[in-house]
């Protein structure tokens, strides 16, 4: 017979998503570990029950940064693991996006374990801009500049790169070089610059629109060949660095990403082929989260690891570089609710439940009723674990029927 606690977690499913951070103790506590596989815990019923004695009310928000470092820290074993299997040349540059999580908190634990592997920060507003020139990030991590950029914007962004940051501003609409190129000429201050390609692939699930020809981000093809013109004619053609692209966050499904990373691993190589020394591929983010641990392409989950999504990115890429006969490019990935979505824990009161499926147990149908009624129950009573499936297709008709006699005026509520 299965124990109480071992119903607990299947219930609700904690092995499928705790990915080994979250467990059940013998108490039938909710558990955190601070890595997989560690057998170190926090109960967190008596965390809540010691904070709740301590006067501090729910709703509260329990964070665990060393969460977060282990998933910085799989994040690197993982593209690590990927570029030793395949012999890839270039290195894993990762950024966090602060927009995932601006909280200053969240952003230094990040940091904090992020130094050890070279891996820094995009920005996506001057604001943000702002509050990561004053962090300390490792001196060879990237600051990726995204987002629409006014003349400020891009002035700061020369400031940050001034203070010694390894500042790429990435190109997100053909107006911002030209501000760009007056600032080189006005300062000698060289950022690196990406341009953030329009891909025809677009991504899958809930975000699948920030992908794809009709995506309002990133240059078309027209576009970004004008961009090269242009850097080439103002002599700033070697500041070109990175190819960006980015088609939408939590992609649930993984022939998505290998289509993604394909098709710009071949305008890259074509880019390389013009003589351009772009030696960055910036991947963006969107490795999902499996948040309902179902390994599906549903919205909130996802069918592929973090292992199988750097194994496809780094193979992709080796792939059409090979093909293209052109240099590995260093690559770049913007992950970021994959790095965060685990370390933080929302506490609240349970203040009434809603059930949409109501109990089945109180169904009194007497034979007045109609008859699509009377059958429908007697499904029901007769139902089995062998011939469930069948009479649950007949249930649906049934279904169908109900609504249809209710339309047309036969049964009453
Ligand atoms: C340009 C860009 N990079 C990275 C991300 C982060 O995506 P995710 O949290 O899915 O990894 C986003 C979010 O949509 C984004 O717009």
């Not at 990237?142 to 940051?165: Q, R, Y």
């Not at 088609?247 to 691993?265: C, D, F, M």
């Not at 649906?396 to 029927?401: G, I, R, S, V, Y």
Request: net charge negative; aromatic share 8%.
């Amino acid at each position: 017979m299965k124990s109480a606690i071992a119903e607990v977690a299947q219930t609700y499913g904690i092995e499928n998503w705790g990915a080994g951070y979250f467990s059940i103790n013998p108490r039938g506590h909710l558990v955190a570990h601070p890595s997989e596989g560690d057998q170190r815990s926090v109960d967190i019923k008596l965390l809540v029950d010691e904070l709740v004695a301590r006067r501090v009310r729910p709703p509260m928000l329990l964070r665990f940064p060393q969460i977060l470092a282990s998933q910085v820290r799989k994040m690197n074993q993982s593209f690590r693991g990927a570029m030793k299997e395949f012999d890839y040349q270039g290195e894993h540059l990762a950024v966090f996006p602060m927009k995932v999580n601006q909280r200053r908190q969240v952003i230094e634990a990040y940091l904090e374990e992020a130094k050890k592997y070279n891996y820094g920060l995009e920005v996506g507003s001057k604001a943000e801009l702002y509050a990561a020139i004053a962090l300390d990030q490792a001196p060879e991590s990237l600051l990726v500049c995204n987002g629409f950029k006014d003349e400020s914007f891009i002035n700061l962004a020369f400031v940050g790169t001034s203070l010694g940051k390894r500042v790429v501003l990435v190109i997100e609409k053909l107006n911002e070089l030209a501000h760009i190129i007056d600032r080189t000429l006005e300062t000698g201050v060289r950022p690196m610059i990406g341009l953030r390609v329009r891909l025809y692939t677009r991504g899958s699930g809930r975000w699948e629109k920030s992908g794809g020809e009709q995506s309002k981000f990133g240059l078309t093809t027209t576009e970004l060949l004008q961009a090269i013109r242009t850097l080439r004619e103002a002599g700033m053609i070697s500041q070109l660095r990175v190819l960006h692209f980015h088609i939408g966050s939590q992609i649930t499904q993984i022939k998505r990403v290998k289509a993604g990373v394909k098709e710009a691993a071949r305008v890259y190589a074509k880019i390389r082929k013009m003589g351009i020394d772009v030696d960055h591929l910036n991947v963006g983010g969107g490795a999902g989260v499996d948040y309902d641990g179902s390994k599906t392409s549903f919205e909130s989950s996802a069918n592929y690891t973090l292992q199988e999504f750097a194994n496809d990115v780094v193979y992709m890429v080796k792939t059409v570089c090979d093909e293209e006969n052109v240099p590995e490019p260093n690559i770049i990935t913007e992950s970021g609710r994959v790095l965060v979505a685990y370390h933080a824990l929302l506490v609240t009161n349970i203040i009434d439940e809603i059930e949409t499926v109501q109990g089945l147990k109180n169904v009194a149908v007497t034979e007045d009723e109609p008859q699509v009624i009377v059958e429908l129950h007697d499904l029901l009573k007769s139902m089995t674990s062998k011939n469930f499936l069948e009479y649950y297709h007949d249930a649906l008709e049934h279904k169908d029927e109900l609504f249809t006699l209710f339309d047309l005026g036969y049964i009453n509520l």
